[in-house]
């Protein structure tokens, strides 16, 4: 059976992905700070609101006021779409609370039923999950891998718990997409274990050349289903990303 296909409301990406995103699937869109993760994933999910999908973004380094307040910027309307039930955004920050054995992390969100209830890995699932039914949320976004690392602790836990979330979260119902910030330096390591837990996985870049940056991206895998997997150039602009696959990247 062929696979339903869910656009990512991204001009010119589509045609990468053979079509859009592969329903009941997660995808990882990676890449460095400001090269554009964030306005990826409000493309996705305002096509959906345009489409009578619902969506639901939980983002784990910002505040709503912050994430309404850039939505806005680029021409969307969070608040209408809030309002009607379209869209529903939880926000959180990562935060040390005292334990039996010194601190540990947990993410605490601003919403108020949620605000003194510290969040640990498997009760955020259990918090998306039901949240995503609450509202019949086709499109859920998890904007932010970097605090769930923190909380997991050592890599074989990370790659345990982190892969347990993503999967606990995923129906054939719905299409998850995650972001993850790779360390901007090239000497960095980068953590690239998320790479392997998701069923995609999009890298956006920015390149120097000829005295300027570039701005790529890049299908890296596409679990069971077909996709380009050559660079193509995209820019940000005031109406969000706009993606060229037909251009040609400087040499």
Sequence with gaps: MPKTRVNSGVPGLDELLMG????????????GPGTGKSILTWHFL???????????????????????DDM????????????NGSLTILSGTLKLVPAESGYEYVIGFD????????FTVPRLAELVRKKAAEVNARR????????LLELAGNRSEIRQLVYGFIRDIVDSDSTIILTHELKASDTAQNDEMPYF????????NMLYTSGDYVR?????????A????????????TEGINAFPDARLPE
């Design 216 to 224: 790529t991206m890049r299908v890296v895998k596409m679990r069971g």
């Design 197 to 204: 837990i998701c069923d995609g996985v999009v890298v956006l």
């Design 46 to 68: 305002f096509d959906g609101v345009e489409k009578g999908e619902n969506g639901l973004l939980v983002s784990l380094d910002q505040t709503s006021e912050m994430i309404i």
């Design 111 to 118: 919403h108020p039923l949620l605000r003194e209830q510290p």
């Design 226 to 237: 077909n996709h380009t997997m050559h660079p193509i150039m995209f820019k940000i602009g």
């Design 20 to 31: 859009g995103f592969v329903k009941g699937r997660s995808t990882l869109i990676a890449g």
């Design 140 to 147: 859920i976004v998890i904007d932010g891998l970097g605090p």
């Design 72 to 83: 806005s910027d680029f021409g969307w309307s969070p608040e209408d779409a809030m309002e």
